[in-house]
C-alpha cells in the first residue's frame, strides 16, 4: 500500500483484522499507521494489537484509568491510544515498561483480575479469525495444540453464508443447509464421523482438531496460506496434506508420499510441543484461559452454547491420543519421540517430564 502521510509498506492479512477489530475501529488509516509503525519497531502486530485492545477493555470496565497510562484514556477506537501505546511499547517509556514480557506478566502487575480480561494462550494472543475483541473462543480453542488454533468450522460457514446465498440465489436458510450438508460430506471423507466438524461434539472434535492441525502444519512446511486448504474446506478448497505432498514431488522431483509428509508433521509437532513444555516450565507459560472465553456464543450455529469444561475433557484426551501425548501430562511419548529419531528431545524433556508428571 501507498496512503499519503502515513508510508508504503506490506502486511499480511491477520494483521489487518486484528489491527481493526481487536480495538474496534473503523478508521481504515489508523489500521495503516499501527501496522507500519508496528513494522517499523520489529512488533508483533498481532500480540502488540490484543495488547491495546486488552487495556482498553480494562479502561472500559474501570481496572484502570488515564492515571495508569501516563494521562491518555484507553478509549476503544482512539487514534491517540493506539499510536501512543505502540510507541511506549517500543521505546519502553511510561506504561510501555510493565507491558515488554507480554499481556500476562503485565496482568500480575496491574492486578484486580485484570488478567481475566485477556485474549491470550501462554502469554500470547491466539489467532482469534477477526473476531471481535468482544467474541468468545468456544469449544474450538484446544490447549493441547498450543501453538495451532483450531478454526471454527462454524464460524467460517457463517461468514460465508450471504456470499452463498447471493452467488447461488437461494435464501440464507439454504445456503446454511448447503454448507453443512458440505461439512458434514467433507468430515465423513476424512474423519470417522460426518459430524466431527461439529465443535459442540466432544467426542469426535479431538480427530477434526487433529486432521486440522495436520493440514496447518503441512501449508506452513510448504509455504502455503493454509486460509486455502482442507482447514476451511466449506469455502471449497481442498488442499490437503496429498495436495502438499504431491505439489512437493512435482516441482522437486522426490518420492514424497502423504505418509511419508505426515511422518514429517508429526516430527515437527512433537518438537515443538516438547519446547512448549520446556517454556512452561521456565518461563512459566502456563495455559491459562479467561472466562470470557468460556461464555456463551453470541451468535453462530452455537449460539447460546458456551464450554462444558468436563466434557472438553474429551476434546484433550482424543487430540493427546491421535497425537501420540500423555493425555495425563501432554509430554510427547518417549516411544514416538524414539521412534522419529528424536532422542536428543526426549533426553531434554524427559527430567521435567518426570517431576511433572509426579507432582
Excluded at 165 to 186: K, L, T, V
Aim: hydrophobic residues 35%; glycine residues 8%; negative net charge.
Amino acid at each position: 500500500y501507498k496512503v499519503p502521510g502515513i508510508g508504503n509498506g506490506g502486511c499480511n492479512c491477520i494483521a489487518y483484522l486484528q489491527h481493526r477489530y481487536m480495538y474496534e475501529s473503523h478508521d481504515i488509516n489508523l489500521w495503516w499507521e499501527s501496522n507500519q509503525l508496528c513494522n517499523d519497531y520489529g512488533l508483533d502486530a498481532i500480540n502488540t494489537s490484543s495488547i491495546i485492545g486488552w487495556l482498553m477493555k480494562l479502561h472500559e470496565e474501570g481496572i484502570i484509568t488515564a492515571k495508569d497510562t501516563d494521562g491518555i484514556p484507553m478509549e476503544w477506537g482512539s487514534k491517540k491510544a493506539v499510536l501512543t501505546t505502540i510507541e511506549k511499547i517500543a521505546k519502553q517509556e511510561g506504561f510501555g515498561k510493565i507491558l515488554k514480557d507480554g499481556v500476562m506478566p503485565a496482568a500480575e502487575i496491574i492486578g484486580r483480575d485484570s488478567g481475566e480480561f485477556a485474549v491470550q494462550l501462554r502469554n500470547s494472543a491466539p489467532f482469534n479469525g477477526g473476531q471481535p475483541y468482544r467474541a468468545t473462543m468456544g469449544a474450538y480453542l484446544v490447549p493441547a495444540a498450543q501453538e495451532i488454533w483450531i478454526h471454527p468450522q462454524a464460524a467460517d460457514a457463517e461468514a460465508a453464508f450471504p456470499m452463498v446465498a447471493e452467488y447461488y440465489g437461494i435464501s440464507y436458510e439454504e445456503a446454511e443447509q448447503r454448507q453443512f450438508d458440505f461439512m458434514d460430506e467433507f468430515s465423513a471423507k476424512n474423519t470417522s464421523s460426518k459430524d466431527s466438524w461439529k465443535e459442540d461434539n466432544y467426542d469426535e472434535f479431538g480427530e477434526y482438531a487433529f486432521l486440522q492441525e495436520n493440514v496447518i502444519t503441512a501449508m506452513d512446511i510448504v509455504g502455503h496460506c493454509d486460509f486455502l486448504s482442507d482447514r476451511v474446506p466449506h469455502f471449497g478448497s481442498w488442499w490437503g496434506v496429498k495436495e502438499a505432498a504431491e505439489a512437493i514431488s512435482a516441482t522437486t522431483g522426490l518420492n514424497i508420499t502423504t505418509e511419508k509428509f505426515l511422518e514429517v508433521i508429526q516430527r515437527r509437532r512433537m518438537v515443538e510441543l516438547a519446547y512448549y513444555h520446556l517454556c512452561s516450565d521456565k518461563l512459566k507459560e502456563e495455559e491459562v484461559l479467561p472466562h470470557r472465553f468460556l461464555r456463551p456464543r453470541p451468535d453462530g450455529y452455537h449460539k447460546g452454547q458456551g464450554v462444558d469444561l468436563m466434557e472438553f475433557e474429551k476434546i484433550l484426551i482424543q487430540y493427546y491420543q491421535l497425537r501420540k501425548c500423555d493425555p495425563d501430562t501432554g509430554y510427547p511419548e518417549s516411544e514416538e519421540l524414539k521412534r522419529l529419531g528424536l532422542d536428543d528431545v526426549e533426553e531434554r524433556i524427559r527430567p521435567k517430564k518426570d517431576k511433572k508428571a509426579a507432582a
